[in-house]
């Protein structure tokens, strides 16, 4: 049975439709995304968690901060269940305080990163 089968027969198929049917967020608009002209203008943002409690404070996540015009990473120990106004702050006086304040960021749409605060 090739692919083109497969794919044919799962078009007709109602209990294969019915379990292809997207149940998550609508998706964002997609724009074009510009070239930044000078380091810290665009930033990508996003958590890793699962991780293992470290040190003495317990840190359980990372926030990855990308320049998008040199590739530098930046790594933000922090908790899974810190606030938006906790990662603001955290974003503020680790990364904005030196790089200056980002004109594009670039996310998924957690809440911390669309709340109102």
């Known amino acids: 049975m090739s692919q ?9 198929c109602d209990r294969c ?3 292809n049917q997207s149940t998550g967020k609508r998706l964002g ?8 002209s000078r380091p810290w203008e665009t930033v990508h943002m996003d958590w ?3 991780l293992p409690p470290g ?11 990308v320049d998008r ?13 810190d606030t938006a106004m906790e990662t603001a702050l955290l974003i ?3 990364v904005v305080s030196w790089s200056g304040i980002f004109t594009n960021t670039i996310s998924d749409r957690d809440p911390k990163f669309t709340s109102a605060l």
């Open 55 to 65: 040190d003495d404070r317990s840190y359980n996540a990372c926030l990855v901060i």
């Open 69 to 81: 015009f040199s590739n530098t990473q930046i790594f933000l120990p922090c908790h899974k269940d």
């Open 17 to 19: 439709q019915k379990a």
């Open 48 to 50: 890793v968690t699962g």
């Open 92 to 94: 503020w006086n680790r």
């Open 29 to 36: 608009n997609m724009i074009k995304i510009q070239e930044p």
């Open 4 to 12: 083109k089968d497969v794919s044919e027969y799962c078009k007709t």
